[in-house]
């Protein structure tokens, strides 16, 4: 009977996670121009538009007012993917040495980093967002997709660390002994032992701070200039000017996109695992 | 250490502490010393000291340059208000979706979880768009109370502060599932068994062994989903209108329109010491649930 | 025959400093020499510097004060991948990602050996710990007692000249860790290479070892092969460390010939081999429980309870007027009722007695 209620409720709270977005994606279809809350049959004209296709249920003039000019869009979606692909490669790197280093090591510093690892995660990040602003102002370096990659790097490189630093953990340190013990130099141990088994911490790791990157809001809005806008803070801007069917098409994109390497990362973790 | 040691560490952790220190302690730094800073004629600073960047905030003011007044407060107890709401929202619905995740077979655990992670990793700008095409008067949950005859005419829905917590609780759901989650799953059941065994009620077993037991991951959820929520401003932004203004949205004024950032920063260091605040107490709250645990 | 000197630690100190700040010495002065062919094994409990010591052998810990020479060389200041020493770790640490072959093969990947060379030396390897044809699995593949296998054929691919093994047995269940017993001491018979092996379990110690040395807190308490540990233990610690024992205080009466008159605290005597003994000394009689006679001799006392345990009966016996002892009997049809008077005994050559009183 207690079981019943339970299951009840967390049906409906799945119902919860999921109703919105496919509340996105269904509208997305919608044909009707004007009032995209109201049904008025199937369409896939928004996403003809933003792909720079025709849009046969449009007239020209409706075109105009519908569909934002895509080469923006496209832009946005460029910056986003260069910022999120350097943040990722920069990031990594940062976290794994920094888990190696409080892993592997006994130093005087260390609570420092411990606990100052958690900063800028803890942080709210409004705070984190006006301070690089107000610092890279300070410095006169000019907002650009430079400042949104050295300010999203701050915080990505504790998420790296936290994840690899959980794959450090799980792993026997004897099996860098015995490595040394067999005749193998640091180097080749790293190369040979180290490295091949924190592989899913780093996968993971870097593919966590590439979906953090591409999706961060808050801070980026801060610290991104007029000519570096990032998909989400590009989209921001479409809601704040007003609702139009063509941001459910790329809602619905976005959606898909991100869950499809969401899903991958989480299948290949759980793959390796098992392994 | 051997000195070959040393030139290991340093060589992993000389680059990040560079670029941690440049670019994250000196940032904070700054917004310290802006919040004490004089507000330039047309934006930026004058390099003085000054105080009523404060003053404004908590009452004491010239009244002249600057001027006293309470909605600066009003704003922040409503943006506490609305976390901690948030907050117990989040708990109230994660704490018994965990259980249930928990007493699941192994084999649908897995499925389940990774339902409950999906969406966190769909972006947030288009997860709080969705509530907007739900709540708007023409939206979608006001033609489904319309067409079920349920209510006559469309309900205001959207740029309430209602909006704003469903907006909040929404996107911060996983950060509150997966802390109590982990605390939920290492529960032993011999220790349920033993505490109905010994005689106890289960409501008894609840508030004695249970929840007890669970309270560091409680503790951890709440951490997590508090500290983005009382500076948030995208969410009122979205969903929560004029009325709605959080201090998150103060915040982003001053930096982005009035372009007064002593008072931002002022406003940033307010909002740190309360997340300074609240991370003390529930620290403490965990240190004494783990001593009793 | 006197075999030539392989290992040699001196006067070995290593301190850990605790989380609290107060430090101590893991090892405190230890002496080991290990010669070439031998097999030693370190016992003690746990935290009596055994691991440590075999730690600063392969070269995971450095000394604070002492040598260690293999060969006559000194080993300190050079890393574990430069001493030709290798180890069986406890954990085994196989490495997950890499087939069986390639863990074997591991220390001679990283010489650089041919491809040709080194895929026979790893076939000879897994021929000799019994695990031809499994090189193309995985660790994760492999049973318990596989795993220690392969972990002997990586440590025994490159000819030490000195094999480790840090408890290599504890993680496997009771009978096989029987039958790898035999198989290490048969293995290390065929290769010749000295073992120094570690262990707290004492059957384990006594089965298998040339020579035990027993440790307790950093330090060397006797070193000896197994038998003369078993019957002469040099202290108190050892005779309770390596199985049952009673342990009874007692002072030498008198001496005749080759037997000394021990007198027992509450009056009755006790005869021992008189080798080394003074009259008048306090001492501490040692008799183990299965070396006990039942029936006849000169002890008399109470048997207080009786245990069955299968082959054997475990019996405690408080003697007349004085200490409660241990007596391991064959099981028989007649069991003695707890109360019963009973008469004891022991063969005067099995009686150790201890300079160090109780």
């Known amino acids: 009977m207690k079981r019943s209620f339970l299951t009840l409720f967390a049906l409906g709270f799945f119902a919860f996670l999921y109703v919105p977005l496919f509340v996105i994606i269904g509208y997305s279809f919608n044909a009707n121009p004007v009032n995209m809350l109201i049904w008025d049959g199937f369409t896939l004209d928004w996403y003809r538009g933003l792909l720079g296709l025709g849009t046969p249920g449009l007239d020209a003039q409706n075109r105009g007012i519908y569909i934002e000019s895509t080469p923006q869009l496209l832009a946005a979606l460029k910056t986003s993917l260069i910022v999120a692909c350097s943040t990722t490669v920069i990031s990594t790197i940062f976290g794994t040495s920094l888990a190696l280093a409080l892993a592997r090591f006994q130093f ?88 091949p088994q924190l592989a899913p911490g780093l996968v993971g790791g870097a593919l966590l701070a590439f979906i953090i990157s591409m999706d961060d809001l808050v801070i980026t809005y801060f610290i991104s200039g007029t000519g570096s806008q990032t998909l989400p803070i590009y989209i921001f801007g479409m ?21 499809l390497v969401a899903a991958l990362g989480l299948w290949l973790r759980a793959r390796q695992d098992r392994s | 250490m051997t000195h070959r040691d040393r030139l290991h560490l340093w060589g992993l952790l000389g680059p990040v502490t560079l670029f941690l220190g440049v670019f994250f302690l000196i940032p904070l730094l700054t917004i310290a010393l802006y919040s004490i800073l004089t507000p330039g004629l047309y934006g930026g600073v004058e390099w003085a000291f000054y105080h009523w960047n404060y003053g404004r905030i908590f009452g004491w003011a010239d009244g002249i340059d600057e001027v006293f007044e309470p909605v600066y407060l009003q704003i922040l107890a409503r943006s506490l208000g609305l976390a901690l709401t948030t907050v117990l929202l989040c708990l109230a619905i994660c704490y018994p979706v965990a259980f249930w995740v928990a007493w699941l077979p192994q084999r649908w655990r897995m499925l389940f979880l990774f339902l409950i992670a999906l969406p966190f990793f769909a972006s947030l700008i288009v997860r709080l768009y969705a509530w907007l095409l739900i709540l708007k008067p023409s939206g979608l949950l006001n033609t489904v109370l319309l067409a079920t005859g349920l209510i006559s005419e469309p309900l205001d829905l959207l740029y309430t502060p209602s909006a704003v917590v469903l907006g909040m609780v929404y996107i911060f759901l996983p950060f509150m599932f997966l802390p109590l989650f982990a605390a939920i799953d290492t529960l032993d059941a011999a220790l349920i068994e033993a505490s109905a065994d010994l005689g106890a009620k289960p409501w008894q077993t609840f508030l004695k062994v249970i929840f007890p037991m669970t309270l560091p991951g409680v503790v951890a959820g709440s951490v997590i989903v508090f500290i983005p929520a009382v500076g948030n401003f995208i969410v009122p932004d979205i969903l929560g209108g004029a009325k709605g203004l959080m201090t998150g949205n103060l915040i982003e004024q001053q930096f982005l329109s009035s372009r007064n950032w002593p008072f931002g920063s002022a406003l940033a260091m307010v909002v740190m010491a309360v997340v300074l605040g609240a991370l003390t107490i529930f620290a403490t709250r965990a240190k004494k649930a783990g001593g009793a645990a | 025959m006197s075999r030539s000197r392989l290992l040699d630690i001196r006067a070995a100190r290593r301190l850990f400093t605790t989380p609290e700040g107060k430090s101590f010495a893991a090892l405190d002065g230890v002496d080991l020499a290990v010669d070439e062919g031998e097999f030693v094994t370190l016992l003690g409990p746990s935290g009596c510097g055994k691991t440590t010591l075999l730690r600063a052998i392969a070269g995971f810990e450095e000394l604070d004060e002492g040598v260690i020479r293999l060969d006559g060389a000194d080993l300190s200041g050079l890393p574990p991948h430069r001493r030709p020493v290798n180890t069986v770790f406890q954990s085994y640490a196989l490495f997950p990602h890499m087939s069986v072959a390639r863990n074997v093969g591991y220390a001679l990947e990283v010489q650089g050996a041919p491809r040709a060379e080194r895929e026979a030396e790893v076939a000879a390897a897994l021929e000799k710990v019994g695990l031809a044809g499994l090189g193309t699995r995985r660790p994760a593949q492999l049973s318990g007692g596989q795993r220690q296998r392969v972990a002997l054929a990586r440590a025994i691919v490159a000819k030490p000249r000195l094999l480790l093994l840090d408890e290599p047995l504890s993680a496997l269940d009771r009978n096989l860790r029987q039958q790898m017993q035999f ?24 089965t298998m070892s040339d020579r035990i040395v027993v440790l307790r807190a950093g330090k060397v308490e006797q070193a000896a092969p197994p038998r003369e540990i078993y019957r002469h233990p040099k202290t108190r610690f050892v005779a309770e460390f390596i199985g049952e024992t009673n342990l009874l205080p007692a002072r030498v009466e008198g001496i005749s010939g080759a037997q000394a008159l021990l007198s027992l605290p509450g009056g009755q005597s006790l005869q021992a081999e008189a080798a080394g003994l003074e009259p008048g000394r306090t001492v501490t009689a040692v008799l183990r429980p299965t070396d006990i006679t039942l029936g006849t001799g000169d002890l ?35 069991l003695p009722q707890p109360g019963t008077r009973l008469h004891l005994g022991c063969d005067p050559a099995l009686v150790h007695v201890m300079e160090e009183p109780t």
Request: aromatic share 6%; with cysteine.
């Open chain 1, 108 to 195: 005087r510093a260390k609570p420092l980093y411990t606990g100052g690892l958690m900063l800028p995660i803890m942080m709210p990040d409004i705070v984190l967002g006006i301070g690089l602003l107000i610092f890279f102002s300070t410095i006169g370096l000019r907002l650009s997709i430079l400042t949104i990659v050295l300010g999203q790097c701050t915080f990505l490189t504790s998420y790296v660390c936290i994840t690899v630093q959980a794959r450090l953990a799980g792993l026997d340190p004897a099996l860098e002994e015995a490595s040394a013990d067999l005749g193998a130099n640091a180097w080749t141990t790293f190369r040979k032992v180290t490295l």
């Open chain 1, 239 to 259: 809601i704040r000017r007003g609702v139009k069917p063509e941001i459910n098409a790329i809602a619905t994109l976005i959606i898909l996109a991100s869950m």
């Open chain 3, 183 to 206: 198989e290490l001491k048969d293995l290390q018979h065929r290769l010749g290479i000295a073992f120094v092996f570690v262990t707290h379990d004492q059957e384990e110690a006594l």
């Open chain 3, 300 to 334: 008399a006392g109470t048997l207080l309870r009786a245990d069955f345990m299968g082959a054997d009966r475990h019996l405690r016996v408080a003697l007349e007027g004085g200490p409660e002892i241990s007596v391991i009997a064959r099981d028989t049809a007649v």
